[in-house]
């Protein structure tokens, strides 16, 4: 998908899952109440996560389980309330020391089945409400 545009209003969850996508260059959602993003089960190698700035005060839940992730690069930036995100069974390697920081809601966090080998040890520093962490099959 090279530019997906929505402009309905009152969504609360965004799902794409099971769709084969391979990368979404430029997602623009045109509501500001979804609550739950779940984009699991494609091919994504990359997620323009900043582009999810216009939810900061309602996303909850993003997850994009089974894909093929493999560097978290770029902070959420003021995605701030978000409280479950799961990276689970990815091909995440790489982990940016600040991509956490802004997180201070996130209460679960699924990073297992990946490839994570080393972490800074700041990475999860600034997640003062965490209360799960999966790093299993690493």
């Known amino acids: 998908i090279k530019t997906f545009e929505i402009n309905l ?7 794409l899952e099971l769709n084969k996508l391979e990368h979404i260059d430029n997602l623009t959602l045109g509501f ?13 190698k990359k997620f323009p996560f900043r582009q999810l700035e216009n939810l900061k005060r309602v996303l909850k839940e993003i997850d994009l389980t089974n894909n093929q992730l493999k560097k978290l690069e770029n902070n959420f930036n003021r995605v701030v309330f978000v409280k ?39 990475t999860f520093s600034q997640l003062i409400h965490l209360k799960y962490l999966n790093l299993s099959h690493n």
Request: glycine letters at 0%; aromatic letters at 10%; proline letters at 0%.
């Open 32 to 44: 500001k109440d979804v609550n739950n993003i779940y984009i699991r089960d494609n091919n994504l």
């Open 9 to 15: 209003i009152n969504i609360l969850n965004f799902n």
């Open 84 to 122: 479950k995100i799961l990276f689970k069974n990815n091909q995440i390697d790489q982990i940016h020391s600040e991509f956490f920081d802004k997180l201070r809601f996130l209460d679960l966090l699924d990073l297992s089945i990946n490839r994570i080998n080393n972490l800074n040890e700041s």
